[in-house]
């Protein structure tokens, strides 16, 4: 066993790839371990779209997006490579919803500008939706789509680039923690780290075994289509903005999201908390029959048939916690072991300020933002 890396980060998706990013560009040596290789389709982080907002029910979610913002036109500048497409974004439900009301408290609490719209005002400037005359909406204009997977792969040869060790196709089989030094086994290599950024999504619990710990995060298999348009040009980004319902059916959040004509050549809708939940050693890759035909009917309903058949869809996972909030924190016991699981099917946006946090917290001990949401405490209460 050679080098002593100042930090090992297990898992080269979203999380791992930004913290890797923020690691390196503060001159750490940083080994970045990854069981498939970058931008593989078996996790959260693949696909050419994840939307971007400011729209969130609470203020810490609207100022960390805030942040977020200009980190990924950095990343955009530095890599020369378009990531980020500003679209607008059209929050849609009936007026009552608490969530809904919620957002526009705490995006006026931040200082964020929004325009609400009445049913007839959207159906003018928006005329691909088909609404109630009850509805209401929130145009907000700094909503963009991420191009996900370029981000990870930007991210993670950008960190290369600054001298970080990537190794794919290596599968973390062993985490020991001694006087202050970590031993990681991938199999076939040891390695050691000063510090370890746990960065595995939905894996996070097979890794943190190996530290006698498990936390209530449950993996969720989602999924996505893409629907031919009749007329392309209408849904195309300057004219069709993202798009989120909150309500649709027995929840008061999100029901279901979309997206310009981007990816694909098509429109990408989806529901959001709709899949199962699943045993990652059992998992397919299969669309689930009946959460794709509540997407169609919903889409049938808002927009009749402007949209005509799914051309393609995907599976993707969430990793949520009971309540939704992230989980950054140091491991009990274990200063420099950081558990960074950011997601719960909202933590792309916040990638790029979140590898840094996770950074900070792995080599400084402390985040220069409050992580006081995130802490795995709440979790272990919750277990308890
Ligand atoms: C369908 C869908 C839609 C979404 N839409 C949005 C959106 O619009 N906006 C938004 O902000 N967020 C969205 N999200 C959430 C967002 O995509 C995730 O929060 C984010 O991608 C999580 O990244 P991650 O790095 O934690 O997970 P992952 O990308 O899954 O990365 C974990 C990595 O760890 C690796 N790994 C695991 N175990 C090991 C091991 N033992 N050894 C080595 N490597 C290991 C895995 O292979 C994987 O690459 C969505 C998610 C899904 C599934």
Sequence with gaps: MSEIYDCCVIGAGAMGSATAYHLARNGKSVLLLEQFEVGHENGSSHGNSRVFRLSYEDTFYVSLARAAK???LELEAQSKQKLFYPTGGLDLAEPGSPVFQDCMKAMKAEGIEYEVLNASQIRSRFPQFHINDSMIGIYQDDTAVLNAVE???VMASLACKSGAVLKENSPVVGLKNRAGVAEIST????????????????????????????????ARKEQYQFFAARDPDIFKPGKMPIFLEYGCGDT?????????????????????????????SERTFELEVDGAADVEQYVRQRFGDALGEVVASKTCLYTNTPDQHFVIDKIPGHENIILSSPCSGH?????????????????EGRSSRSLSLFEISRLMAAQS
């Design 252 to 280: 008061d959040i999100i029901g279901m999201y979309g997206f310009p004509l981007l990816e694909m050549n098509a429109v990408k809708v989806a529901a959001h908390q709709r899949g199962p939940y699943i045993d990652l």
């Design 187 to 218: 199999g076939a290599e040891n390695y050691r780290a000063r510090s370890v950024v746990i960065n595995a999504g939905a894996w996070a619990n097979g890794i943190l075994a190996h530290l006698n710990l498990q936390l209530p995060l449950q």
């Design 347 to 363: 933590g792309f946006k916040f990638a790029i300020v979140i590898g840094k946090m996770a950074a900070e917290l792995a080599t």
């Design 70 to 72: 200009p980190m990924w």
């Design 151 to 153: 981000c990870v792969k």
